[in-house]
């Protein structure tokens, strides 16, 4: 190992994982980018104040405290622990290490904050080189859940992911960590994304000029207004009331039916019709071979928010965000299914859950059951997982690789 890479290493071990070495300790980064992007929707002639970005700092820091000690907001009877623990949100917090007992601490650092950064903001000092970026957990937002657009992840979709990681990314399986391990991470990303959403909330509430400079929420502010701090306290709340009611909407999934050998052929064909059909469109984006070469302009909302808001790609927008420390944006490309390989998971249920549900934050529908029934989506799914099986999938063995149609047969 060479000595530029000595260095590197122990910047990152005195700068991030590590406690000492001199540095300060590590703390929540603004959401800048969508500081500015409230500032240019709120129109050419406002700006933030300092005294009110100061006083969202501190508003955060007493609901969700620091990266080294985080603490859950005081939310009177709404039950936060079923979200996230205090305690469990301790071992997933601060550096990398052990307590008195032995248990490992500083979870989410050793595992996690070096891709998706120690904010949420998919920001860690090696997401420029992946492809796709790290999640960006402050939207809110997650692709692959058992419920709906618009609706969180369950605690098992998250637990999901974390155990089983996301083929064809950089996201890898951490299936060999204990189960109270996993745990803890599970509630600190919640954790992480409340607290992300509840800042993009307050952002939205200075600049409609419903909250003020004054307004805060810390024990030592003089005489804080009641109803400005019922209205902060609303704010989490609603966010983590989201959460508590995702188990309630997950989408429930009938059972695949038992195909006989024929049974089975004519289900996947037409699963093909479906899907080379307008009727549920799957080839305007994933292309008529399925090859995922169809629709290769869009993008996701992370993306989308900040640079294309009209669907296209704005130089100016990109110029002025990446200066703002935003990535390079990319096009997000539709999936090809003929690899096989399915980053929401390849049991014929998560199939089923991305053609029903959508998958959230990119340009894949869901489907309510008056489009496509459950039997449409099973032969979808039929058809989608013998994809990778074809002869045209594999040019050793296509018969005839000019002719698409023959060999897919």
């Known amino acids: 190992m060479n000595l530029r890479w000595i260095m590197m290493l122990a910047m990152l071990g005195c700068g991030m994982f590590a406690a000492g070495c001199g540095s300060p300790p590590p703390q929540f980064q603004r959401y800048v980018t969508f500081i500015r992007l409230t500032e240019k929707q709120a129109g050419a002639e406002f700006k933030f104040k300092p005294e009110q970005l100061q006083a969202l700092d501190e508003i955060l820091a007493a609901q969700f405290g620091t990266p080294n000690e985080p603490s859950i907001p005081a939310l009177g009877e709404l039950d936060v622990a079923k979200v996230m623990r205090l305690n469990n949100l301790k071992t997933a917090a601060g550096g990398v290490g052990s307590d008195a007992s032995g248990r490992a601490v500083g979870l989410y650092r050793e595992h996690c904050a070096h891709c998706h950064g120690v904010t949420g903001d998919g920001m860690g000092p090696t997401a420029a080189f992946l492809n796709p970026y790290p999640r960006d957990y402050r939207k809110g937002q997650f692709k692959f859940k058992s419920t709906p657009v618009g609706f969180k992840p369950t605690h098992e979709d998250l637990t999901r992911i974390i155990k089983d990681g996301i083929p064809g990314t950089a996201m890898p399986s951490f299936l060999l960590l204990p189960e109270n391990e996993i745990e803890a991470i599970v509630e600190y990303v919640k954790y992480l994304a409340i607290r992300g959403e509840v800042e993009r909330n307050l952002l939205n509430l200075y600049a409609a000029g419903e909250l003020g400079a004054e307004d805060k929420l810390i024990s030592n502010a003089a005489e804080p207004n009641p109803e400005q701090v019922t209205m902060l306290k609303d704010q989490t709340a609603g966010v983590v009331t989201k959460w508590l009611e995702a188990e309630a909407n997950a989408t429930g999934v009938s059972v695949r039916p038992n195909y006989t050998p024929?049974?089975?052929?004519?289900?996947?064909?037409?699963?093909?019709?479906?899907?080379?059909?307008?009727?549920?469109?799957?080839?305007?984006?994933?292309?008529?071979?399925?090859?995922?070469?169809?629709?290769?302009?869009?993008?996701?909302?992370?993306?989308?928010?900040?640079?294309?808001?009209?669907?296209?790609?704005?130089?100016?927008?990109?110029?002025?965000?990446?200066?703002?420390?935003?990535?390079?944006?990319?096009?997000?490309?539709?999936?090809?299914?003929?690899?096989?390989?399915?980053?929401?998971?390849?049991?014929?249920?998560?199939?089923?859950?991305?053609?029903?549900?959508?998958?959230?934050?990119?340009?894949?529908?869901?489907?309510?059951?008056?489009?496509?029934?459950?039997?449409?989506?099973?032969?979808?799914?039929?058809?989608?997982?013998?994809?990778?099986?074809?002869?045209?999938?594999?040019?050793?063995?296509?018969?005839?690789?000019?002719?698409?149609?023959?060999?897919?047969?």
């Open 262 to 409: 024929e049974e089975f052929i004519k289900s996947k064909e037409a699963g093909r019709a479906l899907f080379q059909g307008t009727k549920a469109n799957c080839f305007s984006c994933h292309g008529i071979t399925a090859l995922g070469d169809g629709q290769l302009t869009g993008f996701d909302e992370w993306t989308k928010e900040l640079i294309a808001p009209t669907g296209v790609r704005n130089p100016e927008l990109i110029r002025e965000f990446t200066h703002l420390g935003m990535l390079e944006p990319r096009n997000i490309r539709p999936r090809n299914l003929r690899q096989g390989v399915f980053r929401g998971g390849r049991r014929p249920l998560d199939i089923f859950w991305r053609v029903r549900n959508g998958i959230e934050g990119t340009p894949m529908p869901g489907f309510k059951p008056e489009v496509l029934s459950d039997n449409d989506i099973w032969n979808i799914v039929n058809y989608v997982q013998s994809l990778a099986y074809e002869p045209i999938s594999d040019p050793r063995q296509a018969r005839d690789p000019i002719n698409v149609q023959d060999s897919a047969k």
